[in-house]
């Protein structure tokens, strides 16, 4: 097939002086940071749903955007070509992941045999592109909230037949994800939820979602399906109400129905800002309860009340979710999937690689800025320092769990002076700051 | 003592009709309601702290209001003219409960063993003025917030000696509450949380917490506390992030540290709001988690981004939450406390009982509406109609638990003509109003 | 044609007591309120995008709707078939209105001469069904947001082809207004805004909408156009940032541009709630100055952050926004359009009949309590009376403008006794239940 | 009277290496960036309020913070005591200017006379101070806000005498920032706007501020007062709506009463984002209606809903609005007043140099940023180019005023072709990266 992306070249690093719109400043994926490469670090991943069939369609405007891959007639040889595109794509960019949904990448038949017919018939094509490339699977996942008849929820349907159509999409798409070697599969409840509580049994609801993600594991178990299960939080929209509302939301309802040992979750950026929270908060409250499985890259509009699913580009957002990576040791299994959309008037192809390296890019300097923080162990210092009382003393009674109420009392009505110390918010803000401008 | 609230009468129901600003024209504390009077199914509560305590200072402003129990040079003669005061308030309304916070009705003392002492006081004064009165304690609690030493939190600083002074000062309150017959006690953790995480670690924290909450579970065991232990969750405000979130995060939080038998959740609106929630999902969460304990019946401002907590006047709001208590079989050993304050602009006493009066009818409107859908089971049938597909056939195995993915894949691929029916938010909502106009 | 909506008789008024979903239980067309009807007062219009073209597609899922009307191959048919469709409806709500968009009632051409072609058309055909039957337009405009040629603006796009564009179907929705006695046409600039100021010409944009604007106005002059134009504010959604972007941001341009003279707003409720205002904010606002012409009723989720449309039943939306339009005379050229859609869960024909009783009756009811409140001036004396020290002595001396800062000074070093009394917010939110509630 | 930052020496530039909490790593007060220093660009002023009488109380907890100048037993020497702690502290910082309210400086007398004298005394005293320093004020205003006399309002009072006394108060403030030289005279009205609309007379206030505001210029043009007037715009907090609400509110409120030559508008970041704007957005909107008047330089948290006032640390907004200042001109007579305050919990005087450090640090970072992107004309580049069409043909036919709608119909007809090019919105965040990393 020829090429897609004419004239655009492998995108290679040039240094943070060069003002070439089709080069990476900051993101040299070879380039030690630790024992890791940057690109051992960042394990970068395309979404294929935003960047190979967005069209720039809003709820008040059709499409801006037209691909070339857009061009046959017939849906099976549109999804051939789509990610034969991608593969050039996601090649010319040295991104080593990608990420999917069923009908991203194969059309809905008129049949559920139909459609895992077509789901099948694209995922040998791709095994084939993956032959001899360096691109591999971050991750897949059914779309269980674009289709009608997923109207009132998938998992969560008032209607068994729902829910039966759904499980057997999950099957299907867990097998295509096990064949083309995915690490990680994934679960978002778009329409897990509710509008209304006025015509909803949400016990119900909730305890047929926890039925469905029983079944899964069980299944993948029994395909000996290897990689990581993950939810992936959002608080609402589009449904009112999302029952994975936060990383809290999800933790709550995997040890209710003890599934905690079998998930881990996908944090999206912009997912967390519309729960009220930062991405880091989310990201941090994942790492120290064990369930920190891999990211979705993007980022907000902190003023709009919606998803925007923007590139990642603001350096802080960054900088604080790297930082909260190599506390855990790295993604491991999981990865920075670009769940971003180009803007609506982002319509170019060239906008499309422009957005990448602009989210790359931002990363690296993330990483860069946090990496070095660990390393010189400045925040690590001040958060030990301020805790130390703990170490010792009644403070180490309290934590080897060696007294109670009474005991504490006693010791309080002895009157220690009780020294508080500034918290420093101001000083370590601008810390950060030297940390990144240093980039 | 002399009658503080001079020229206003017990207040008695009058009638829709009524437009005297001191009756009420709702609630009719000896209507039946089914097999309870109205005083039976609300419940209510005095806040001693806005309603007795408050002065109308916000960040921007000094006090608007001043009160004639505020005039004594003693602290102490102050908090019994206070109580005093509190008395006769809450008999000339009818209300069967209130709440307090330590340091409402005692004043901070030198050292810790003298706050103790003025605390033990005015419990004993407080036990006084209840023989022979029909007002009892809905709940107490330890004001853990107010205190400067109490800047980086409590159960949460990062100062072991603020850990125990806070330890203290629960095992104290909750010795009052008891002598005083409390039916609950309540943690609220205004300051458990953090404002930045350059400067926290959050996993010690909430270990710490828990630690914190085992001890105060051992302690009412311990002394015979029989009172229900209650969380109240707020997302943020004075903190940044606060820990209990909402009630998803308080569930997240109990089940992993094996607390969730020992608590249950104080619910309040506005800090619902504060977290995306409506009221009566909050309330709903909570009671299909059977941790449904006790409300703060207040409202907030949608479109304010802090805690009003204004008196609840919006007749949906409280005929959503009074739906969810009669499901819950009632509220039990909660109640309805009215964590309300009167706006800085409505700074007489009169203000006072004009507010509660406001809420008090709000709420009878409220429990009657929801007690007539109940009864006729306006809703409940839609909603039973709605799921019925999991009451038999493959619906049903699946609540049975008798299929997996690879039976109900089989089943999909059969092609069962899936029927969505309407949802028809829009004539339920009709309907709600139907049931609320009727009043 | 045949009947489209079979087995919908004409929607009657049944009273509070009905159960029937397809009666009116508190709108009665016909019944005096005042010296006017209800009709009369509410002047209901349909909205033909949401309610006839509508499909219930979201950003994230697919039509869930599918209309008897959009079986029609060619789409000339198509569209006579949908304003046919829209006539019975209309005509059985018994609704004197309704408003359009260019786009909505006629399908876009190839070129322009085409689509000028095909409105025209249909806007002949729309006069033949007006022929002999009530139903009237409220208003028309144009679509200068849905086609992608306007993904950057139409009045405020930096091409100035596309503004050109724009100007030629603002002429055409115009004419096609006036010839079906449109009594306003509307300018809602969904696109005049932008995504980053990163890329633009805030100035320039301004001064061209301003310069779009006074050729509209021209136009209409000199077509002889009698209608009222309008300005309907939204701050955000589907650009980031939207010019016009509340009331008050509307009158700031209007009298830049010297165009205060020349029109009034449209305000929507969900729009009002957007920019982080109350509804009856906005409506007032516009009341006092003169600029208030007409509605777009319906009603957001305050917990989210879009446009949600939904149909309007809260009676205290309803209320205090009729409130407002009664002090104002009413609305006079303008109407209570239902710019809503029903949920896309909602999707049955019923629900477009249930959607729009729904709101008929929350205004009818909240034209009642209005008026009644309006009638017995018991908040009209609070306010009177509150500010009554502007009538005399030094207060009617600054109304008057008799004195400065001098005088004042001089005034209040005499010390006058300053004696504020409560604004009672409480008070007056339980009177406000009481009408309401007698509804 | 003897130093109170003991230890602190005056604050130098060590660069951005430095790890010194107490120096500059980037703010080189006499480097020269273009054709004006460093502190000629940023003009910063210390705001006497947060720093020298901020105590860390909040809604929820007292003063955690007491300061050396508070152990005055008279508060004329603790006036005293402060403002010549202020002076040192602005000294060691080496900022040039401050602000103050009346009410920070003196004491609120028991009579307005003895307010008066008060602050007589007290700006007698400062401008002692002044002589011989390099302190200057950059603005002074009257606090009309926390005095109980203002619970409904100043010059919105419904209390003609609580207006007189707003009116004495801003006489006397303004001729003591005359007397200290003060280059502005701020207006912010925090208690002009409304809780409910259910006892307000929106259209007297609106009125009654104006008559205030003209007065207020009347009188500084009679005492010759040569400062800018400007008014601050907040939208809500501490009242629930503020007419000021944000820059537009202002603009149609002052070209409503004729007001727009007189005033400017002090724009504050926390401000803005509470409006749901950025704060370039609004520096933006008032540069290009000639009313950038002055900058309360601090930051929000976009995630909490109210006023966190917290010092500036973050480097994109701090580049994006010296953008709009450079392209301003500069500040002119304004400056970059810090109106932030450390947080509850930085409460050493430690945090009070650290804090105004990390501010001035992030304004340097962006001034040199945008200095770099204006003198590179990266950004103004793309914007002219995108605006191309405007300046020939068609385009400029209609900046010209040369065509109307039936031109423009005309032209359109003709069916140019439509060629939108991209707003490669992510390609110029990645250029601002760059700008601000190199910094």
Chains 1, 2, 3, 4 share one sequence.
Not at 228 to 240: A, D, R, V
Not at 425 to 436: G, K, S
Request: hydrophobic share 40%.
């Amino acid at each position: 097939m020829s090429e897609v992306f004419m004239g655009i070249p492998k995108i290679s690093y040039e240094g943070r002086q060069s003002r070439n719109p089709l080069a990476f400043k900051y993101y040299n994926p070879s380039e030690m940071i630790g024992d890791k490469s940057m690109e051992e670090h960042l394990r970068f991943s395309v979404a294929i749903w935003h960047t190979f069939t967005g069209t720039g369609s809003d709820p008040f405007g059709s499409a801006t955007i037209t691909r070339s891959w857009d061009n046959y007639p017939d849906p099976i040889d549109q999804a051939k070509a789509r990610m034969t595109a991608a593969f050039e794509f996601i090649t010319k960019l040295g991104i080593p992941y990608f990420c999917f949904h069923d009908r991203d990448i194969a059309p809905e038949g008129k049949t559920l045999a139909e459609s895992h017919k077509y789901l099948q018939e694209i995922a040998d094509y791709t095994k084939g592109l993956m032959k001899g490339s360096p691109v591999k699977v971050l991750w897949g996942t059914a779309n269980l909230f674009s289709h009608p008849r997923y109207v009132h929820g998938a998992a969560t349907s008032p209607n068994a037949d729902v829910y039966a159509h759904a499980a057997a999409q999950v099957k299907k798409a867990m097998e295509v994800t096990q064949q083309l070697g995915g690490e990680n599969y994934v679960f978002w409840g778009g329409r897990e939820g509710y509008e209304t509580l006025l015509n909803t049994n949400m016990e119900l609801e909730s305890d047929n979602m926890a039925r469905f993600l029983h079944m899964a594991v069980d299944y993948a178990r029994e395909i000996g399906f290897k990689g990581q299960l993950l939810i992936e939080p959002k608080p609402k929209e589009p449904t009112k109400h999302q029952y994975d509302f936060d990383v809290a939301s999800v933790l709550a309802f995997l040890r209710k129905y003890s599934l905690d040992k079998d998930f881990k979750v996908n944090i999206e950026a912009n997912h967390a800002t519309l729960a009220g929270h930062t991405f880091n908060h989310e990201l941090h409250l994942a790492r120290i309860n064990g369930v920190l499985g891999s990211v979705d890259a993007n980022q907000g509009d902190e003023l709009l009340g919606w998803d925007t699913d923007q590139f990642p580009t603001n350096v802080y957002t960054t900088t604080l979710a790297m930082y909260e990576i190599l506390k855990n040791g790295g993604l491991h299994r999981g990865g920075l999937n670009f769940d971003a959309k180009v803007r609506r008037g982002s319509f170019s192809e060239l906008d499309l690689f422009q957005a990448h390296i602009a989210g790359m890019d931002a990363f690296a300097v993330g990483l860069k800025a946090a990496f070095s923080l660990l390393e010189t162990r400045e925040l690590e210092e001040v958060i030990e320092l301020r805790y130390s009382s703990y170490s010792s003393g009644i403070g180490k009674d309290i934590v080897d769990g060696k007294v109670g109420l009474r005991a504490l009392e006693q010791y309080a009505l002895a009157e220690p002076l009780i020294k508080n110390t500034s918290g420093q918010q101001e000083r370590l803000e601008a810390i950060l700051n030297q940390y990144i401008l240093r980039g």
